[in-house]
């Protein structure tokens, strides 16, 4: 399995972006799939998690209500929509896969076994 993310860049605060994660191999749509962030100060943690039918989602408190994650089972994308984007956000975004037997939806980094390479994403204030 390898995934893919891309969409990062540069943008001011108030902003928008929009990550995408594209996944090889044809079980795609029966795994969650989930975005982390990592700085250089902080472990990489938690963002957003969406189940296999995409249809439980779940976030991290810090960017509830500003970003959005989705997937497209019939492309093996997972994407993550950043609205209103503060300085804040800046990080390398990460998105994992699931791994079979975690919970669907876990926020727990060790329950996800492949991960994309990462995707920067700074917001200037």
């Known amino acids: 399995v390898q995934l893919q993310a891309s969409g990062g860049g540069l943008v001011q605060a108030g902003g928008s972006l929009r990550l995408s994660c594209a996944a090889s191999g044809r079980t795609f749509s029966s795994y969650g799939m989930g975005w982390f962030r990592q700085t250089p100060r902080k472990e990489r943690e938690f963002v957003a998690v969406i189940s296999a039918g995409g249809d439980i989602t779940r976030y991290a408190d810090s960017v509830k209500g500003r970003f959005t994650i989705s997937r497209d089972n019939a492309r093996n994308t997972v994407y993550l929509q950043m609205n209103s984007l503060n300085p804040e956000d800046t990080a390398v975004y990460y998105c994992?896969?699931?791994?079979?037997?975690?919970?669907?939806?876990?926020?727990?980094?060790?329950?996800?076994?492949?991960w994309g390479q990462g995707t920067q994403v700074t917001v200037s204030s």
């Open positions: 994992a896969r699931v791994r079979y037997g975690a919970v669907v939806t876990s926020l727990v980094l060790s329950d996800y076994d492949y």
